[in-house]
């Protein structure tokens, strides 16, 4: 039975199997947790998104793709890209979803089993937090509710005070914990 951890931090010293980032469909970096990753992890990092972005052209809006950990404390990172938020209507919680579940499934299917996630679109790509909040411990409580024995722990980092409240609600709400 895998566990559920809320967390606040910055999750580049995490230690865990994998760290996922909340990268872009060209795997090129950027601000917000991309960029603490990149500078944490140093070059080894893009040098594999360089090569993914080769082969197969980076990564589509909710799906993932793995890479070195480079000299993070993790064996690897799992680069997930979520939905920009419109208005709502255009497939977003769908697209969101995914992502997490995506980056599950890579993780299951690489024998990594704990994974600390950020909160995926909510920075640059302005997912409102409560809705993503909900989107994202949903997606999580359900696969491990659907595969008990895929994964040891997920754990969320959340940046912010803020965050970290807005996730213990939703968590308490949907675990009726
Ligand atoms: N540890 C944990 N969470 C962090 C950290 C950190 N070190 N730094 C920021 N956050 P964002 P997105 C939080 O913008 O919305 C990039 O440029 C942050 O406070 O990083 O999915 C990519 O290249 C927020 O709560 O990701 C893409 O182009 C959360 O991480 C684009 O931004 C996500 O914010 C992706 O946008």
Excluded: W
Excluded at 16 to 44: E, F, K, M, T
Excluded at 96 to 116: H, I, K, M, Q, W
Excluded at 145 to 160: G, Q
């Amino acid at each position: 039975m895998a566990i559920l951890r809320l967390v606040r931090g910055d999750i580049t010293g995490e230690k865990v199997d994998a760290i996922v980032n909340a990268a872009n469909q060209a795997l090129v970096g950027g601000g917000g947790v991309d960029g603490a990753i990149h500078r944490a992890g140093g070059p080894d990092i893009m040098a594999a998104c360089d090569r993914i972005r080769d082969s197969r052209g980076g990564c589509v809006t909710g799906s993932a793709v793995m890479t070195t950990a480079g000299k993070l404390d993790a064996r690897a990172v799992i680069h997930t890209v979520g939905p920009r938020y419109r208005d709502g209507d255009a497939g977003e919680a769908e697209l969101l979803a995914s992502a997490y579940r995506r980056s599950l499934e890579l993780a299951r299917d690489n024998g990594l089993r704990t994974v600390a996630f950020p909160s995926i679109s909510t920075g640059v790509y302005g997912y409102p937090i409560e809705e993503a909040a909900d989107i994202a411990v949903g997606t999580v409580l359900e696969f491990m509710d659907m595969e008990p024995d895929a994964l040891d722990e997920v754990r969320f980092v959340l940046f912010s005070d803020d965050d970290l409240a807005v996730y213990q609600g939703v968590y308490e709400r949907l675990s009726g914990a």
